[in-house]
């Protein structure tokens, strides 16, 4: 195989991890934000699915070091987008409350497996 078609194969798995990724911290802060995933991620208009969706991309951000422009990708967004979402969230941390949350969501997010199997 190419070394090209190799690394198109390596962008691909990078991808679909993202993707999983995501996906599952946006069923962990849906489940805890008590908003519907499926509004979460089919991107609803509303103030708790806007709020689990940007707390969703802030904790993928910061709880798998991903870069904006993997994180955008993962979640079919921006890459401004998601830089707006991180702002907002770290406003929201100013929130005693809210900061313990995330917090243990954040602490959730590191303890899931992010090794990659063949």
Known sequence: ?????????????????????AQFVTHLVAMA???PAHDVSAGERNA?????????MYLTHVG????LNRV???????RATVGHACNRVEEWREDPAFDALLLS????VRAAPSKSFP
């Open 33 to 35: 934000l008590a908003a």
């Open 48 to 56: 708790l699915a806007d709020r689990a969706r940007q707390t969703a």
């Open 1 to 21: 195989m190419s070394s090209f078609a190799q690394r198109q194969q390596e962008l691909h798995r990078q991808a679909d991890q993202d993707a999983a990724r």
């Open 64 to 67: 798998f070091a991903l870069p």
């Open 72 to 78: 955008a990708r993962a979640f079919a967004r921006d």
């Open 105 to 108: 969501l954040e602490a959730c």
